[in-house]
């Protein structure tokens, strides 16, 4: 079976969607981010911190590749992989993609607190302009499922919905 994409911002969902929807067709779950950790041995945090943005994102593209040679996946990426231009169009050619469409608003009011999300560590104007930048590259999923006031069981019915 072909692999899915969950795409989207930090805090929309991915990874609690992912699960069911991986249970609900039979694939194997992996979170990208939690790959990363695994195999680096360090917390996406530290690596942010000791290595730099950059390298982190050298290190999403890297397992990307490996993913991209597995099938029968769900996979929850982190919400910059999504945002590459590149990495989106590497998905979209092998599987379908699936963009987690919430409002910034909601976004920042399930996250605020977490401070395990680097990016977050930045003014809310930056972060806006980053959300606006991001969308863009989002919107050339395959699917967008507007995850607004919907428990992450309705929202596995429309992704459902959309790929039969
Ligand atoms: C990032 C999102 C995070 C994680 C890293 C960078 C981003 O994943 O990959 O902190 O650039 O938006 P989540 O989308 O799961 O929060």
Redesign the pocket.
Known sequence: MKNIYLV?????G??TVGKLLADKTSRDFVD??KLIEEREKMK??DI?EKKGELY?REL?KKYLQELLNTQNLVV??????G?DAENMNQMKKNGIVIWLDLNLNTILER?KNDE????LNQPLDKIKKLFDE?KKVYGLATYRINAENKTPFQIVEEILNKIK
Do not use: Q
């Open positions: 989207g911002f930090m805090g929309s991915k990874s990208v981010d996406i945090k942010f982190f999403e929850s990426t982190g919400g910059g992989l945002a996250i395990n999300r680097p990016l991001r």
